[in-house]
T-cell receptor, first 112, second 111 residues
Framework: DAGVTQSPTHLIKTRGQHVTLRCSPI?????VSWYQQVLGQGPQFIFQ???????GRGNFPDRFSARQFPNYSSELNVNALLLGDSALYLC???????????FGPGTRLTVL | DQQVKQNSPSLSVQEGRISILNCDYT??????FLWYKKYPAEGPTFLIS?????DKNEDGRFTVFLNKSAKHLSLHIVPSQPGDSAVYFC??????????FGTGTSLTVIP
């Protein structure tokens, strides 16, 4: 069975640009969460979507947005990129709104 | 404000011995806790969970202990194997929704 998949695996952008990251959850999972992990830190919660609605938002600026599609895949969008947005972006899915989450391999974003 | 803390950035253990990884939290509302293992260039892999109605949960070589009064949990790995070498994260949540992660402990199991 396929796990959580994310694309692209690596991305290089310059300051001020916009980026879209994509995530496909495990088949049958209806919840997708996004996390940002900077070097030396644990993952920081950005968003949770369940049944295509936002169910939770972490302490991130409005430059960060996300959505979930009818097939439960999800996109994370970041506008006006800053150097500090350079990080590993992780997507996690779970069957229900609550419960253990299964992570994808992440997208490594570098902002120059 | 770091609500979940792993105060040991690294730990080295001899193969076959017990590994004990510790985690402290500050939010008394947390009622669901997870441990994840992470290899380089991979996403975290779920290991074991515990809810606040229990004080111990066991799965093979892995046991998680929860001390609610001390706001402390620990992961025991017995016996430790070289393949256990990875970064371990604890995570906590209220009702298993938004998870707060610690900064991780890098475990090295020496053959």
């Amino acid at each position: 069975d396929a796990g959580v998949t994310q694309s692209p695996t690596h991305l290089i952008k310059t300051r001020g640009q916009h980026v879209t990251l994509r995530c496909s959850p495990i088949s049958g999972h209806k919840s997708v969460s996004w996390y940002q992990q900077v070097l030396g830190q644990g993952p920081q919660f950005i968003f949770q979507y369940y049944e295509k609605e936002e169910r939770g938002r972490g302490n991130f600026p409005d430059r960060f947005s996300a959505r979930q599609f009818p097939n439960y895949s999800s996109e994370l969008n970041v506008n006006a990129l800053l150097l500090g947005d350079s990080a590993l972006y992780l997507c996690a899915s779970s069957f229900a709104r609550y419960g253990e989450q299964f992570f994808g391999p992440g997208t490594r974003l570098t902002v120059l | 404000d770091q609500q979940v803390k792993q105060n040991s950035p690294s730990l080295s253990v001899q193969e076959g011995r017990i590994s004990i990884l510790n985690c402290d939290y500050t939010n008394s509302m947390f009622d669901y806790f997870l441990w994840y293992k992470k290899y380089p260039a991979e996403g975290p892999t779920f290991l074991i969970s515990i809810s606040s109605i229990k004080d111990k949960n066991e799965d093979g070589r892995f046991t998680v202990f929860l001390n609610k009064s001390a706001k402390h949990l620990s992961l025991h790995i017995v016996p430790s194997q070289p393949g256990d070498s990875a970064v371990y994260f604890c995570a906590a949540s209220v009702t298993g929704n938004q998870f707060y992660f610690g900064t991780g402990t890098s475990l090295t199991v020496i053959p």
